[in-house]
């Protein structure tokens, strides 16, 4: 490897003058040459290992290695934005270090024009590093106009003559079909745009499946390492997020990765898997300010003789590198705060569920992070700021390290448990602070022993009944595998297996893993969707007529849906409860075993209780769709 000193190089002048028109800036440290347009600030080169240009030179310059967003104002149409820099800056110029600066600033000149924001992208190459970091700094002044951003990430086009094989993770990745085999005449374009049945694909052995890019989304806190290889000669392009804490959503909101193209991705916001909910709103003249980044884009290589497979190995392993250097040293922009201007939390976290144990519970393998304060579970919804998050050992201690400055809500929840957790004051961090929390207690919702339960509090459906896919829409990367929800199509199932009446589930003799459906689905229509209605039967002994019975329900995912709970008759007029309109994420088509997590607690007065008690749900929305959480329907009798 290279120990030459990085080098700046921009056509035309000397790198020091601060402005150029529509000319090249190299970064070069003797490993690879990234090259940029000027004053863009659009990647459109990258030279590794012999390749002149590992991003697609067939593309337009525009359209290989650039920062976008989707941006409206209210109640408008979202704007596709390729960012594009008006201004170039040289920030840090030596033989460790290079770091640049694309600006592209507002005034109200631009407006409807421009997303009302000043944005200064930068990118960075150290000495002897084999990549580089690419971090933004969005920014919205006082006064200035409403806005929404309905996305925003950075895109890079790979050369499909040469990267053709995708890693996700372990066990996602495969060779992938080829971007031509996406055109008219070689698939058939399925029940939405993205998902594609290969017909007339190059790879032959590829006809007859599905492609998908949802296929292959990610939660964040998994979501840290995905690219492509190029067997001949064997290079790995990888993009490396080390930290979620600029992520919207939390540990559990679902990007998009990596996609044929071949396209990779770094998502920062996004609406997937939760819809207008992880929308940032900006209204009222809202000032803004927000750090996305630093991301790494990692390129490593091999001997022709060896494994090109093993580049996945060694991504891995420099993603770990990353993931313990941050928070970073290295960036110039005072917006991104290092590590000793950072602050840490610790504590321990219990439960208290009496009816399960009288003592004390640690609360094993519990998600613990940092908010901004809002009420209960706002957490998932919050897209505009920071969040910070580890997971609790089995003894319920956990350790939040590198907390940017600020005021939160220290929240949790619990594998096991239904109910969000929520620490009654603020807590305030500030640089340098240790706080430590002690011992902390989470009381979930309950109200006395339970009857009986469906699933596995864990807001996800995926231990309930998820059927084999139609076999002409099949993606083989997904046969026999533990992700079985991803594959196309699996809502249709539900119509087929239950072809004249609705799902029925005894208490008692019913085995969710096989009789509860992962996807409560409305039954398509001449005229458009219609709601099901699912009934859960059960025997109560000694019922208490003149006490109040609590039924939770959970939901994992919900689009254009209403809940509707009904007792003993599931034709009665007026149900019980209703949720009402909920929803919109869009899970169950994107192949997401969960979304936005939702949980009520209906109260079930004990005078409607008799033996033999039937309970029954409705979706009465139509379109695809419900989605049970893995706490589906407990009952307990209420305690006072």
């Keep these: 490897m290279s120990t030459a000193g990085v080098r700046l190089h921009i056509q035309g002048g000397h790198a020091k003058v601060a402005k150029y028109d529509m000319l090249e800036v190299v970064m070069d440290n003797g490993i690879l040459q990234v090259t940029l347009s000027n004053p863009d600030g659009i990647v459109i080169g990258i030279r590794y290992n012999g390749i002149d240009n590992v991003l697609e030179p067939l593309n337009k310059e525009t359209n290989r290695g650039y920062w976008d967003l989707v941006w409206s104002a209210p109640g408008s149409k979202g704007i596709f934005d ?34 009302p924001l ?48 995708m890693a996700v993770s372990d066990n996602r990745q495969r060779y992938m079909p080829l971007p031509d085999d996406r055109l008219p005449g070689r698939c058939q374009t ?207 201690y956990f350790s939040i390290s590198n907390i940017r400055t600020g005021t939160y809500n220290l929240i949790a929840w619990v594998p096991g448990f239904i109910g969000d957790y929520r620490y009654d004051a603020v807590i305030n961090i500030t640089s340098g602070s240790f706080i430590e929390m002690g011992d902390l207690v989470f009381e979930p919702p309950r109200d006395g022993p339970t009857m009986w339960e469906i699933g596995i509090p864990d807001r996800s459906a995926a231990e309930f009944y998820v059927p084999d896919p139609d076999p002409n829409h099949i993606n083989k990367l997904f046969v026999n595998h533990p992700d079985r929800f991803r594959q196309y199509g699996l809502w249709n199932r539900y119509a087929e297996l239950y072809p004249h009446e609705d799902l029925v589930y005894i208490v008692g003799v019913s085995d969710y893993a096989n009789d509860w459906f992962f996807a409560q689905v409305p039954r398509q229509k001449e005229n458009g969707h219609e709601g099901t209605t699912w009934q859960i039967r059960f025997e109560l002994r000694n019922v208490d007529r003149n006490s109040t019975y609590k039924l939770r329900v ?68 139509g379109a695809p769709v419900l989605s049970k959480d893995s706490c589906p329907p407990s009952c307990g009798s209420s305690s006072s």
């Design 82 to 115: 390729v960012i594009k820099g008006t201004s170039f800056r040289v920030i840090v110029d030596n033989e460790e270090q290079v770091e640049v600066s694309f600006t592209r600033m507002w005034d109200p000149s631009l407006e409807g024009k421009y997303v």
């Design 118 to 165: 000043n944005i200064d992208k930068r990118f960075v190459m150290l000495r002897a590093s084999s990549g580089f970091y690419s971090y933004a700094i969005y920014e919205h002044l006082k006064d200035w106009p409403d806005f929404e951003i309905g996305e925003t990430r950075i895109t890079f086009k790979l050369r499909k003559d040469k990267f053709q094989y």
């Design 190 to 396: 399925l029940a939405y745009p993205e998902a594609v049945l290969l017909q007339n694909p190059k790879m032959k052995e590829l006809a007859g499946e599905v492609d998908d890019k949802y296929q292959y989304s990610c939660e964040n806190k998994d979501n840290k390492v995905h690219g492509w290889i190029c067997t001949n000669p064997p290079v790995g392009f990888w993009q490396i997020t080390p930290s979620d804490e600029f992520r919207s959503g939390g540990p559990h909101k679902q990007n998009l990765t990596s996609h044929v193209g071949p396209t990779t991705l770094a998502m920062f916001l996004s609406g997937h898997y939760a819809g207008q909910d992880l929308v940032p709103k900006f209204r009222g003249g809202e000032p803004w300010k927000k750090v996305f980044g630093p991301v790494f884009i990692y390129l490593n290589s091999s001997a022709i003789k060896d494994d090109p497979f093993w580049l996945w190995e060694d991504a891995k392993i420099q993603m770990m590198t990353e993931v313990q250097s941050w928070p970073y040293s290295f960036p110039a922009s005072e917006d991104f705060q290092k590590s000793d201007q950072r602050g840490n939390v610790s504590g321990r976290l219990l439960v208290l569920d009496r009816y399960i144990c009288e003592e004390l519970i640690p609360a094993n393998g519990a998600y613990v992070g940092l908010a901004p304060p809002g009420d209960v579970g706002s957490w998932q919804r919050e897209c505009k700021d920071y969040q910070f998050w580890t997971r609790a050992d089995d003894r319920g």
């Design 554 to 621: 959970a939901i994992a995912s919900a689009t254009l849906a209403e809940l509707q709970v009904r007792i003993n008759d599931p034709n009665s007029r007026r149900p019980l409860f209703t949720s009402g309109l909920i929803g919109r994420d869009n899970s169950v088509a994107r192949h997401g075993i969960h979304g936005i997590y939702w949980l009520y607690n209906v109260n079930v007065p004990g005078a409607q209780l008799v033996d033999g008690l039937i309970l029954s749900s409705s979706n009465n929305q």
